[in-house]
């Protein structure tokens, strides 16, 4: 079985790849064609299509054995584990909430089922995508299950310990944000139930399938609950018509009346979350364009 599949030494995905992962994606990218062909032989699959828009991973539909499936891979293999690892926890406890893995190969890639019509939240009402989201977050809170693997997770407290070697770029444009930032992760962390949070839910990783909204993509993060709202607050900002300050504020609201969180938690992990967001993308890219997710940062920095 043969893969036909290249990747554009000029796009924007090959740039991110590099950007994040230096000589190592640059490798990477360059046998990804070759790894993509053993993976197609690997599980037998054809007419292996990249999705547009690739951000980190390749990800890309195929068939197998005439079913429509999904092959992600990426150059990080820890990272693509915890994924693996995470949707097989929260398939275990959970109907109809994640997407259903299909196979791995315990190092660099899964394969799981092609959601259809595969329309993500993005696309959708921003009122009835905010509530979408929040029913997952109530959703993924209530399972209250065994942990086989924790020290395959890490803390968020481990993400947050990053801001204290923020680079130069960072410091520049975020100021006095990052020391804050930092001081409200350390002190809500003392009271926090840690639980097991999916890290990047938004409007993008939500995907319809069916009669359901499955979630996709997690990362796998050691965290308190409220925290889980952060990744949204600073996406699908288009659908915010009256502006940021006021969108973020409705979602922060919308939000703690469907999770039962508390919205002051939701806001001060939002704040903390997006400034780390910023500090990650100026890290990686000192000309970043942080501007739209600063003024979600500003518009929860009040509270
Ligand atoms: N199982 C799936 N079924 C249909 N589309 C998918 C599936 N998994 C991913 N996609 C599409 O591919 C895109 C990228 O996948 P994702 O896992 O979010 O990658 P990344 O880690 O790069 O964000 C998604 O936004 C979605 O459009
Ligand atoms: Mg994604």
Same mark, same amino acid.
């Given at each position: 079985?043969?893969?036909?599949?290249?990747?554009?030494?000029?796009?924007?995905?090959?740039?991110?790849?590099?950007?994040?992962?230096?000589?190592?994606? =640059?490798?990477?990218?360059?046998?990804?064609?070759?790894?993509?062909?053993?993976?197609?032989?690997?599980?037998? *699959?054809?007419? !292996?299509?990249?999705?547009?828009?690739?951000?980190?991973?390749?990800?890309? $539909? %195929?068939?197998? %054995?005439?079913?429509?499936?999904? *092959?992600?891979?990426?150059?990080?293999?820890?990272?693509i584990q915890r994924e693996h690892s995470w949707l097989c926890h929260y398939a275990k406890y959970t109907k109809n909430m994640v997407v259903p893995v299909l196979s791995t190969?315990e190092?660099?890639?899964y394969l799981m089922t092609?959601l259809?019509?595969?329309?993500?939240?993005?696309? $959708?009402?921003?009122?009835?995508?905010?509530?979408?989201?929040?029913r997952c977050i109530r959703a993924l809170n209530e399972v209250v299950a065994p942990m086989s693997d924790e020290d395959l997770f890490?803390? &968020?407290?481990?993400?947050?310990?990053? @801001?204290?070697?923020?680079?130069?770029?960072?410091?520049?444009? *975020?100021? =006095?944000?990052?020391?804050?930032?930092?001081?409200?992760?350390? =002190?809500?962390?003392?009271? &926090?139930?840690m639980r097991l949070l999916h890290g990047?839910l938004?409007?993008?990783n939500v995907?319809?399938h069916?009669?359901h909204w499955l979630i996709t993509d997690p990362h796998g993060v050691m965290?308190?609950p409220?925290?889980e709202?952060?990744?949204? @607050?600073?996406?699908?900002? $288009?659908?915010? $018509?009256?502006?940021?300050?006021?969108?973020?504020?409705?979602?922060?609201?919308?939000?703690?009346? &469907? &999770?039962?969180?508390?919205?002051?938690?939701?806001?001060?992990?939002?704040?903390?979350?997006?400034?780390?967001?910023?500090?990650?993308?100026?890290?990686?890219?000192?000309?970043?364009? !942080?501007?739209?997710?600063?003024?979600?940062?500003?518009? *929860?920095?009040?509270?």
């Amino acid at each position: 079985m043969t893969s036909t599949v290249t990747v554009r030494s000029d796009s924007q995905f090959a740039r991110n790849v590099v950007s994040y992962a230096g000589a190592l994606g =640059e490798r990477w990218l360059r046998d990804l064609p070759r790894r993509i062909e053993e993976l197609a032989n690997h599980w037998q *699959l054809t007419d !292996i299509t990249p999705f547009e828009n690739l951000s980190f991973n390749f990800v890309g $539909h %195929a068939m197998r %054995a005439g079913e429509s499936v999904v *092959l992600k891979v990426s150059w990080d293999n820890a990272a693509i584990q915890r994924e693996h690892s995470w949707l097989c926890h929260y398939a275990k406890y959970t109907k109809n909430m994640v997407v259903p893995v299909l196979s791995t190969t315990e190092q660099d890639a899964y394969l799981m089922t092609k959601l259809i019509p595969g329309t993500a939240l993005n696309r $959708h009402d921003e009122e009835r995508a905010t509530e979408v989201l929040g029913r997952c977050i109530r959703a993924l809170n209530e399972v209250v299950a065994p942990m086989s693997d924790e020290d395959l997770f890490p803390s &968020t407290a481990v993400w947050f310990s990053q @801001l204290q070697v923020a680079g130069d770029a960072s410091k520049q444009a *975020l100021g =006095e944000h990052i020391d804050r930032a930092y001081a409200i992760s350390r =002190e809500l962390l003392q009271s &926090t139930d840690m639980r097991l949070l999916h890290g990047d839910l938004h409007h993008a990783n939500v995907i319809r399938h069916g009669d359901h909204w499955l979630i996709t993509d997690p990362h796998g993060v050691m965290g308190d609950p409220a925290h889980e709202c952060a990744a949204m @607050l600073r996406n699908a900002l $288009h659908g915010l $018509h009256d502006g940021i300050a006021n969108g973020v504020q409705r979602r922060v609201s919308q939000l703690a009346a &469907t &999770t039962g969180l508390e919205a002051e938690k939701i806001s001060a992990w939002g704040y903390a979350q997006n400034v780390l967001s910023c500090v990650w993308s100026l890290d990686a890219d000192p000309n970043a364009d !942080i501007a739209p997710v600063m003024a979600v940062v500003d518009a *929860l920095y009040s509270n």
